[in-house]
Each structure stands twice: as C-alpha cells, then as structure tokens.
C-alpha cells in the first residue's frame, strides 16, 4: 500500500495503551500511523466485498439477458457483462485505490465528498446529465447512513481526534458511505455503461454495501478504541452543527460550546440551503468584527442613501471600463484592497453627520474578500486573474442590486463567474499560451460587462448563455480527442508490459550462462516477439503462451554438453520437434524466412554439438552486451530497474501513484498538462494538453524528478465552482479572526 504522507519528525511518539485514551492533540507520526492501519483495515474487507460485488453483478446480468425482451436487448447486456469481466482487475483496483485516496486527503484536510459531486477535472460550466446517477448514489447513502448511525457516528467523533479535533462528518469520513459510493462511481467509468446498466449496477451495490460497512465500521471502531482513540465514547444523537470536541466519554471530558467552535454547514444540505447557512455564518462572524456604525461617525445620522452608494460604484466602474485590456500577459490587474479602502472613505465623506449602514459595508467587504481570494488561486493563470478583477466593480453593484446574489448558488452571475474562472483554468496558460482563443473570449466578455452593465443584469444572463453555449461545445470536442488519446495510449502501454514481461522472463533464463551468439540472437530477437504475440493474443494462462515459455527452457537445455546417455536420447527425441515448433512461431509472427533458417540451421548445430558433449564458443561479451541493450530499450526498461532511487524520489514516485486522473500539473514556463491516465504496471503517466490532445508519456521518476526540482507542480483542484470554494475560505479566515478577538485570543485588546 503507499504511503499516506510524509512522516514529519515528532519528539512526541504516542503509543496508547490499550484501553487508555491518548492526550491530544495526537503528534503527526501517531495520527499517520493510525490513520494507515485504518486504510489498511478498509483496504482489505473492501477488496473481498468487491469482488463478491463484481460477482452479484454478473449473476445479475445473467437474470436480466434470461429476462430480456428481445434478442438486441440480450447481446447489448452480453457486451456489458464482457466488459465487466475483461475489466475485472481495473475495476477492483481503481475502486480499492479511490478508497484508499480517501485516507490521503482526509489527512490533508482536503476531504469533502458529497453526492454527485464530479472528478476535478470537470467543469462546473458541463450542465449536469448524471441525475439518475446522483439520485441513486443519495438512496444508498441515505439508507446506509440511517442503518449506521451509530457506527458511523462513532467514527466521525474518533476520526475528528485525528483531524486535530475539528468536526468530521460523513462527507470527510474516509470510511462513510459516500466514499464507497464515490469509489464506485470513478471505477465505474472504466466500463461503457448504458443509464439501464448503470442503474442496476447501483442496485446490486445498494445490497452489498451494507455486508462491506458492517464489517469495516466495526473493525476500526475496534482498532481506534484499543490504540486509546476514544476508548469509552458512548453513542448519543448527534443534532445540528455539534461540534466534533463533543464526545461523549467516561473520562468527562471538557466540552466546547458551540459558539465556541464555528464548523462550515452540514455539506449534506441542499445547494440553496448549504449557501444560505454559509452566508448567515459569514454575516455572523462579519457583525462581531464590525461596528453598528462606522468609526469616527456619530451613530443615529442619515444612512448613506442607495443612490449614492451606486453613483460611488458607477464611478469606479467608469473609470476602470477605460482600462486597456489589451493582450496575454499585458493586463495589470486591479488593486482590490486600494479599492475597497476608498470606497470605504467614499462613504465616510457622504454619510457626514449620518452614518453607513453596517450590512453595507460588509457586503463591500465581502465581495473585496472574494476577489482577493481569486487573486491569490493559484488554480488560476495570471493572466485570468487581471482579466477578472476588473469584475470586482460590477459584481459588487450586483451584491447590492439583487439580496440573493450571495445565497443563490444558480444566480446568473455567480454562474458566470465561476465558468470564466474554470475556463480560464482549464484552457490558459501562464506561459502565454490559450486554446481555443479562450483568453480573448473571457476578454471581450468583461469588457462588455465593464461598457455595457448598468443596473440591469439582463447582460449578464445573456453572456452566460452565449459562454455556456460555446465552452459546451469545446468540452465535448475535447472530451472526445482525450478520449480517443487515452484509447490509443492504453493499446500502446499493454503492449510496453507484455514486452516487459517477456523480456524478464528471458532474463530470467538466461542471467548468469555462458550461451553462444545464435541462441542469444534467437531468444532476445524472433523468440521474444513470439512470446510477445503469444502473451497479447492469448494472455499469461494460456497453452501457447506456456508452450513458447517451455521451447525457451527446452533450447536452453538443449544446448548444454551432455554425459549421460539417457540426456542425449532425450536430446535426439526433442530435436525435431522442438525444431518443427521454433519453424512455426517464426512463420506465425512473419518471420524473414532466409534468416529464419539460418537461425534454425545454426541451432540444430549447436543442439547435435552438445549431443557429442561439446561445449560451443559463448557469445563475446561486447555482442551480449548489445544485443541485451536492444532487447531492454524494444521493451522499454522500467525506471528504477537499473536506477537507485534516493528516499526523497521514491518517497514522491509513491506519492504520485495516489494522484487522480484530471489532476493538472504545471511545468517550468507556465505549460499547463493534466494526467488523462495513469498505467500503475509501467508508472507511465499520460500527460494532454489544454485541448485534450497527447503530449507525452511520462514515467513516474522523470515526474517525480521533475518535481523535486521544482520544474513541474501539482496545480490544486477542486470539484466545487469557484464561488463556493471562494465563501468558504473566506469563512475559515473570518472564523480565524474571530477566534483572536475572543477573550484571551492572541489580539485581544488590553
């Protein structure tokens, strides 16, 4: 299994006595340590339950051909079946490898799984055709959860120990429910599923989930109780937003309040409910740290009027339509904070003896807020982030025209927003490249936002439509060429492994022996691309491929001088046969017929040489040197294979191997690639361009290496739109200054 992370030096080493609970917080080493041995346990019930899941898969397909209405109906159900079992391998693989991912972001703190939530590598602008798919994935979930209450909340409070005491819920559990439905739907992408095959695949799992969960639930409440995590915690209903430190135990332990310990809302509500609790948390943290009335202002004036409000903004927006925004690169983006500090002074100056209205001045803070966090989203090229904060303006009129802009996750201009954000993400470059002119389309879609908005957000809708419309298209293109890259990349890496296989096995035979310059020939040439055909043909159990392995042996055994008689009759009975066998896989493969009987020719020899217990002149080390070279660059030799890796690059070859398909990478000069798919047996990873189109094939150490020396860098993702991860962070920093300005806080006033 790899690794979780890095473990980081602790002088702090908990062990945990049985039944003893541990003080906290945990030191990194424990809670890694705790943390594998929980992945582990997952690791291995998920595994066996997954296969009997593939099996109760197959027999349900069996039911559905016997059943099935006509004969069209019957073979499209054969073909899915097909698929299921050529596919079984990856299928349990990718799914153990989600689960097992689910532990190394849990760990990061970067775990956040909800229903229907997408691979990172979709966009938010993609309208949603999954819905069959969510609503069966939010069935299981729910019945799961409610026939785990107890288990489940058990974990969650243990769980929330090792995440340093902050809440956990069944969206960042690893072992919840959601993340084996989550699991399920990434592998489930290896196989073409029509939505009836989908659906019955999510009934069969409906059934085998509970087996999985009741098995696992069980073992690492076990596991965590006996290394001390809780080991007296005592079920009770958990309600609302209870806050993780309120665990129940027989220790009596201290319990927070929960105005004490603010947690984002339960990712489990709707979208329109989970924003509008998100924005009440952050209006609640906004009135502790803002006065009734600005400083230096008499309360109980004349509130600053709407009238002047929106001439202040209209002036701004003014001044920055006559901004050039000229090309790539040439954009100097706009200084927010500079902005937000006037407007702030603006408003002071007219209220004069009257005062601003508190909730003003925190929806002008809030939306400066927003547009920091964009410029600082690393996600986002350099070039996007100027473009878009000269929307800082319009969208801050938007906050005041229209109350919901802020809790309405479908408003047209957040919408807006957060698909020129994941555009320019997705096809921008920081180094001064853009596909499909995407710059220029982002481009000319502030500019006319800037020149043509006034307090009508007609505009704004109309743009939306018009981008959606024309990034839809571009994904569909895209989605197809990467497909068909990824298609032809998986045929050329099974045939790199088959290469590899048999250029081992011939290793394997022939390391350390002294063999003449035919035999070498023969077996690292012709014979290898026979048992290269007959290994892809016919696979690793097959007669052919067993045979071919057994003329290797036979050759090589042959040739070896021999005493006793019984060898040489032995020799002399095989002769023609084995013979009559190398003469059929040469024309089996199309072998050049002149060269195929000098080599036959020239093995007969030496076979009949060793008969009179003669030993035949090796192969010059020179001529092995270079035939082996050969042989090992046709395979493509692995890269640690003849190469000693250091603990820091192996320690980042392992990390790369818990990475997800989509993950972009940005190289030296600003190049942007995503990882489209990864070949675990080769660690070749495919890396596509921003129009989906093969750039190389990378193997894991060229990457690593990469890396290290801080060439290439994981560009972090996420599947939630911009605008909502953009409100949560500014949640968590409110939340963090809030803490501070408490009683005893670090800035507490003296």
Aim: contains cysteine; negative net charge.
């Amino acid at each position: 299994m790899s690794r979780l992370i890095h473990d980081e030096n602790d002088e702090q080493k908990e062990t945990g006595a049985e039944g003893a609970p541990l003080l906290l917080p945990l030191s990194n080493s424990a809670v890694v340590a705790h943390l594998k041995a929980c992945q582990s346990l997952a690791a291995e019930h998920s595994q066996k339950a997954f296969r009997d899941y593939l099996k109760a898969l197959d027999d349900a397909l069996v039911a559905e051909m016997d059943n099935a209405k006509s004969n069209q109906e019957s073979a499209e159900l054969a073909e899915v079946q097909s698929a299921f079992r050529q596919n079984y391998q990856e299928l349990e693989r990718y799914f153990c490898g989600y689960l097992s991912e689910g532990f190394v972001k849990f760990k990061k703190r970067e775990l956040q799984t909800n229903v229907g939530s997408e691979a990172g590598d979709e966009l938010s602008l993609v309208d949603n055709e999954d819905l069959e798919e969510t609503i069966a994935i939010s069935s299981i979930t729910q019945r799961a959860d409610s026939y785990f209450a107890e288990p489940l909340w058990a974990l969650n409070q243990r769980f929330a120990v090792l995440n340093g005491g902050e809440h956990v819920t069944e969206a960042s559990n690893p072992a919840s429910p959601i993340q084996f439905c989550e699991s399920l739907r990434k592998a489930l992408k290896l196989v073409p599923l029509d939505p009836k095959s989908k659906q019955l695949a999510y009934k069969v799992y409906d059934d085998e989930l509970i087996k999985i969960l009741k098995n696992i639930t069980e073992e690492v409440n076990q596991y965590l109780k006996q290394v001390g995590v809780l080991p007296h915690l005592k079920y009770s209903m958990p309600t609302g937003k209870a806050p993780a430190s309120a665990l129940n135990s027989e220790s009596e332990q201290t319990v927070a309040n929960e105005e004490d310990i603010q947690g984002l809302p339960d990712p489990n509500l709707s979208p329109e409910e989970y924003q509008q609790s998100l924005m009440q948390a952050i209006r609640g943290l906004q009135s502790q740290m803002v006065p009734s009335a600005v400083e230096g202002l008499p309360p109980g004036g004349v509130v600053v009027s709407s009238e002047d409000l929106m001439g202040a903004l209209q002036a701004l927006q003014t001044s920055e339509t006559r901004a050039e925004l000229g090309e790539q690169g040439a954009v100097v983006p706009i200084d927010v904070s500079e902005i937000v500090e006037r407007l702030h002074e603006q408003l002071k100056a007219d209220a004069q003896d009257g005062e601003v209205d508190k909730s003003d001045m925190q929806t002008i803070d809030l939306v400066g807020m927003l547009f920091e966090y964009m410029l600082n989203d690393e996600n986002l090229p350099d070039s996007i982030k100027a473009l878009l904060s000269y929307l800082h303006t319009p969208f801050l009129k938007i906050a005041f025209i229209d109350p919901g802009f802020f809790e309405q996750a479908e408003h047209p201009a957040r919408v807006l927003l957060n698909n020129l954000a994941e555009a320019g993400a997705r096809w921008v470059s920081n180094d001064g490249t853009a596909q499909y002119d995407m710059y220029n389309k982002i481009k000319d879609i502030v500019d006319r936002i800037l020149k043509e908005f006034d307090n009508d957000v007609k505009i704004i809708t109309e743009l939306l439509l018009e981008f959606s419309s024309y990034t839809k298209n571009i994904v569909r293109r895209q989605e197809l060429m990467e497909k068909r890259a990824t298609e032809k990349a998986q045929g050329e890496e099974k045939l790199r492994e088959v290469k590899l296989r048999v250029n081992e096995e011939i290793q394997g035979r022939t390391h350390g022996k002294e063999l003449p310059s035919a035999i070498l020939l023969f077996l690292l040439q012709p014979w290898s691309d026979y048992l290269s055909f007959a290994l892809l043909r016919y696979g690793e159990k097959s007669d052919k491929w067993g045979k071919a392995l057994a003329i290797v042996d036979d050759v090589l055994w042959c040739v070896e001088p021999k005493e006793s008689p019984a060898d040489k009759n032995r020799q002399l009975e095989i002769h023609d046969d084995l013979i009559a066998a190398i003469e059929s896989g040469f024309e089996t493969i199309g072998y050049d017929q002149a060269k195929g009987k000098k080599l036959v020719d020239a093995l007969s020899s030496l076979i009949k040489l060793a008969m009179q217990s003669k030993k035949a002149e090796p192969a010059p080390p020179p001529m092995r040197d270079k035939l082996e070279r050969i042989a090992a660059e046709k395979a493509g030799t692995k890269d640690a294979s003849n190469d000693r890796l250091s603990p820091e690059e192996e320690q980042m070859v392992e990390s790369l191997k818990m990475i997800e398909f989509g993950t972009w990478f940005e190289f030296e000069g600003g190049k942007r690639l995503k990882v489209a798919w990864y070949n675990s047996r080769t660690s070749h990873y495919m890396l596509v361009d921003q129009m989906g189109k093969r750039v190389d094939m990378m193997s894991g150490l060229k990457l690593a290496r990469q890396m290290i020396g801080t060439k290439a860098k994981i560009i972090s993702g996420s599947s939630k739109p911009f605008f909502e991860r953009a409100l949560e962070n500014i949640f968590h920093k409110l939340n963090e200054k809030a803490e501070l300005n408490k009683p005893g806080g670090e800035n507490e006033a003296s």
